[in-house]
């Protein structure tokens, strides 16, 4: 073999062995599946009598576009729309807001280069006013406005955090676990209120958690924020990539490809139950196969390949 041709495999393994193992690479693996006792959660459910939400709505705060294999190894060049959204339980009696997303800084801090500063007043509007707060788990996008905020101190009684959230969200502000949030555990599913379970999924984080919510219809939902991002994230079973991860740091990859499966798996054992992704924007809005929630906030570019719905036009700037 010539000089050449040793310099030229050099190269490529220099290159490719990387990009593989960063951004491609999608093996699960012997990784076993956590699956989610779903009759144990609905049992949970159940258990605090009053009035169940009525409805959802949604909207999405800061949005951008990324190459498909950032938070689906292997899933591709082609960019994809990613928001950071924020929801509202809306219940008799007082609602719950689950996650409350960033705030313009902070989506810029993650590179998220659309923002809407109306979406941003309303969801504050909707803190304000919220019986309570949850959060799938205590990254600065997630909960990022509530840390920031003017109120927090009112804000905080409102908040019910896992202990593992609690600890996390205290370095980012003072106040969150030394008695100004309502605090649960984080070693087993948890009731709190009618309709809404605490479902401990630690792997993206620390405090990672699933959110399960059964409407007063019946219908079920089960937010799972970045555990899985994408809805490719649990139909390919595949994780973000490497790259991505190492953004956030501290991600237990085998934990959240078991989460993964165990998703799958209840995908396929209790197709009643609505998973919500942590920022498929595309998937949020599609009228055919999406949740079905309400929004007065639409973000409209959105790919034929993501959505075959048409686009509307978008709120964001």
Known sequence: ???????????IVIVAVPYYWLLLD??????????????AIRKLADQIPGQRPVSIEYAPLAVRRMPGTL????????????????????TPGGDTVIDVGPTRAQAADVNFDQF???ARSAVDRWMRDAKRILFTHEH???VGAFIA??????????????????????????????????????DQAEAIAPGI????????????QFIYVKLASGREYLFVGDTATMQRNVSWIRPRSRLASSWQGGEDRDAVIGHLKGLAQLATAAPGVTIVYGGDVSWLQTRRGGPGFTSAFRYGSQDS??????????SLK
Request: net charge negative; charged share 20%.
């Open 1 to 11: 073999m010539g000089l050449f041709s040793r310099i030229f495999i050099a190269i």
């Open 305 to 314: 390949s993501e959505s075959n719905e048409e686009t509307e036009q978008s």
């Open 197 to 208: 379970v605490f479902i401990p999924a630690p792997g993206h984080s620390v405090g990672s």
């Open 140 to 142: 600065p996008d997630f």
């Open 116 to 118: 809407d500063d109306r």
């Open 149 to 186: 905020s003017d109120a927090f101190d009112s804000l905080a009684p409102k908040v019910i955090v896992s202990r593992r959230q609690a600890d996390v969200m205290e370095h980012m502000r003072s106040g969150v676990a030394s008695g100004g949030t309502q605090i649960v555990s984080s």
């Open 71 to 90: 938070l689906v190894a292997g899933g591709g060049l082609q960019t994809h729309t990613v928001a950071k959204d924020a929801y509202r339980l809306v």
């Open 26 to 39: 999608a093996r699960t693996g012997s990784v076993p599946a956590r699956p989610i006792d779903i009759a």
